[in-house]
């Protein structure tokens, strides 16, 4: 049987790669964990090289998940940079998929520590989650409520991007769509409103 599709890769939702260094296993864990309602709801796909069973073909697979991909992630630390395996292999592969722009890809670079990513001239081409007002903050930073917080968010931006929601659409005061607006959660006024006439 074809290893795709007998894997994850063949379950017919958009598959999302997992680019990271094992050294970052732990905030791996902790994204999985936020992605993991999103994978139950069938709206995506996790692929990981935790995935390859012994004796798999690791290398074929790694590509045929790039290749799958609708959605990468890069999980970005200073161990991510300093990858060879990574910064030559998974990065330029699916940096020329995304220059393409053929087939839809997203990448979605995620600060999980501080460094200095912009010496990677491609993660200056993309923008860098999760943010506030200064900047990419590292999911590292803060408390580990402000952690979760942050991890919270990337999951519900990952959910909207899957569901063709434009990041600038996602921001407090955009717009909302007409399909977006549900009547029965508008605001009650009172008894009396008064206009302007």
């Known amino acids: 049987?074809?290893?795709?599709?007998?894997?994850?890769?063949?379950?017919?939702?958009?598959?999302?790669?997992?680019?990271?260094?094992?050294?970052?296993?732990?905030?791996?864990?902790?994204?999985?964990?936020?992605?993991?309602?999103?994978?139950?709801?069938?709206?995506?796909?996790?692929?990981?090289?935790?995935?390859?069973?012994?004796?798999?073909?690791?290398?074929?697979?790694?590509?045929?998940?790039?290749?799958a991909a609708s959605l990468a992630i890069f999980l970005v630390s200073p161990a991510f940079l300093r990858s060879q395996f990574i910064q030559e292999t998974e990065v330029p592969h699916l940096l020329a998929r995304w220059e393409k722009r053929a087939d839809g890809l997203r990448i979605y670079p995620i600060l999980a520590e501080p460094c200095d990513w912009e010496l990677a001239s491609y993660l200056k081409r993309l923008q860098v989650r999760p943010s506030n007002v200064n900047g990419p903050t590292a999911l590292s930073a803060g408390t580990s409520h402000e952690q979760a917080e942050r991890l919270a968010a990337v999951a519900k931006e990952i959910r909207l991007l899957l569901a063709g929601i434009r990041p600038a659409e996602m921001k407090k005061g955009a717009p909302l769509r007409p399909e977006d607006i549900a009547i029965a959660r508008l605001p009650l006024t009172g008894e009396h409103v008064l206009g302007r006439d």
């Open 1 to 67: 049987m074809d290893p795709i599709t007998a894997s994850p890769l063949a379950h017919g939702c958009p598959v999302l790669f997992l680019s990271y260094a094992h050294a970052d296993a732990l905030w791996k864990d902790r994204l999985l964990a936020h992605l993991g309602s999103l994978e139950r709801r069938a709206l995506l796909t996790v692929w990981e090289d935790s995935q390859i069973a012994s004796g798999d073909d690791w290398h074929g697979d790694i590509d045929a998940a790039m290749d």
